[in-house]
């Protein structure tokens, strides 16, 4: 009997004369290790190269399930799938049905693994049943090796068409699909930009923000958007240094005694307990100051951001606004709803011949004068009750 190096080099001998490819080098490794391990009979030849063929397939089919997967959490399809992988007229990187499709294939994939299990065990069975103990073993042994092989070989492979299918896909164009996707509540983006966002959190020295305009993200040096962000805060017209953080509740617990004092003065009792259940917070939150780049605009400046969301008035402001919201345009002619608004006024200009002037406000929000806009609605109210929020259903 000769030794299995004799055998290895064996093969390359003829691999070398022959110039097989690697279908018939495996094929050949088959016939040798069954004849390591005394596998003489045909039938017995037979059962081990179907327990080969049966456990190299389970490897590929768990590798096909991995695949799917991955491609489900990168948002790509294989071409394979045909006209389901094409690109989407809906604007959308990765619709639903695109979704729904792989989750399916993922879910058939793994019906085949289990499949693929039971045929491997049907195999092993069969290849006992005609082995001797000693020489099964040895056989399971080596079979397992070159199954093991033949499915790293196919795992790579796939690896390669994920890397190429994300290479040419939708979310190639990451700039303006990427922060498109992440101005969504409920935004999903691949695995490879989850992780490079996630790392660039990570780091200490740089700001990731999306941009006041344009909807791109932008990434600062962190030194640099201190400097702006301070140059703001230090405005006192706009903003008080406080000697220590007071505490939340504290603040919510004043702010609630205040409305309650104002709330005095409806004396429609209903009401008044209607009015207090919307706007009283209970678990309030600390808000917060951060700056948006100003990507469109010299020197890139932010615009200040104070999140109030959660914050002791937050609640007051929203039913504000609810309750404001009807006025808005009736006050002022000069206000306008948006661009198609202002483009059907310029074509109702007939022989206009005037100049037209573009001026900016700086800190718009921060620096509207309360007292003026207050007395113009007290003038509102007064010359029509009907449309004060105490006069109209509350909702």
Not at 73 to 78: C, F, G, K, N, R
Not at 248 to 272: G, M, Y
Not at 283 to 303: A, D, M
Not at 320 to 333: C, D, F, N, Y
Request: proline fraction near 4%; aromatic fraction near 8%.
């Amino acid at each position: 009997m000769i030794l299995k190096g004799g055998y290895a080099y064996k093969v390359k001998v003829i691999l070398k004369e022959q110039r097989s490819s690697w279908a018939d080098t495996l094929s050949l490794a088959l016939c040798i290790s069954a004849h390591i391990f005394n596998i003489d009979s045909d039938e017995g030849l037979r059962r081990y190269r179907q327990l080969v063929k049966k456990w190299t397939q389970l490897f590929k089919t768990k590798n096909q399930v991995k695949f799917l997967d991955s491609c489900l959490q990168e948002q790509v399809i294989p071409k394979s799938f045909g006209q389901i992988g094409e690109v989407p007229f809906s604007g959308e990187p990765f619709p639903e049905y695109q979704k729904s499709f792989l989750a399916q294939r993922i879910l058939r994939a793994k019906s085949e693994v289990q499949t693929a299990f039971f045929l491997l065990r049907e195999a092993q069975r069969e290849l006992r049943g005609v082995l001797q103990s000693a020489t099964f073993e040895g056989a399971m042994r080596r079979a397992g090796g070159i199954a093991h092989f033949r499915g790293t070989q196919h795992f790579h492979n796939l690896q390669l068409k994920l890397d190429r299918l994300c290479q040419f896909s939708c979310w190639a164009k990451v700039g303006s699909i990427l922060a498109s996707e992440l101005s969504k509540s409920n935004f999903c983006i691949p695995l490879r930009h989850r992780k490079a966002l996630e790392e660039l959190s990570k780091n200490n020295d740089i700001k990731v923000k999306k941009a006041d305009k344009g909807g791109s993200i932008v990434v600062m040096d962190k030194i640099d958007y201190n400097i702006k962000a301070l140059r703001l805060l230090n405005d006192s017209d706009t903003y008080i240094r406080l000697n220590k953080v007071p505490s939340i509740n504290v603040v919510q617990n004043s702010f609630n005694k205040k409305v309650r004092d104002i709330a005095t003065r409806i004396t429609n009792e209903e009401l008044r307990k209607v009015i207090l259940s919307k706007i009283f917070g209970k678990t309030p939150n600390l808000p917060y100051f951060y700056g948006i780049p100003k990507v469109h605009k010299t020197g890139c400046p932010l615009r200040p951001i104070v999140a109030t969301c959660g914050a002791p008035q937050s609640l007051l402001a929203e039913w504000l606004a609810k309750q404001l919201a009807p006025l808005v345009g009736t006050i002022s002619s000069a206000h306008i709803r948006h661009r198609d608004d202002f483009i059907q006024r310029l074509r109702a200009l007939d022989g206009f011949s005037g100049k037209m002037y573009s001026l900016d406000v700086t800190s718009l929000f921060t620096n509207v004068p309360l007292g003026y806009v207050l007395e113009k609605l007290r003038v509102k109210f007064d010359n029509d009750p009907s449309l004060c929020p105490p006069h109209r259903s509350i909702s």
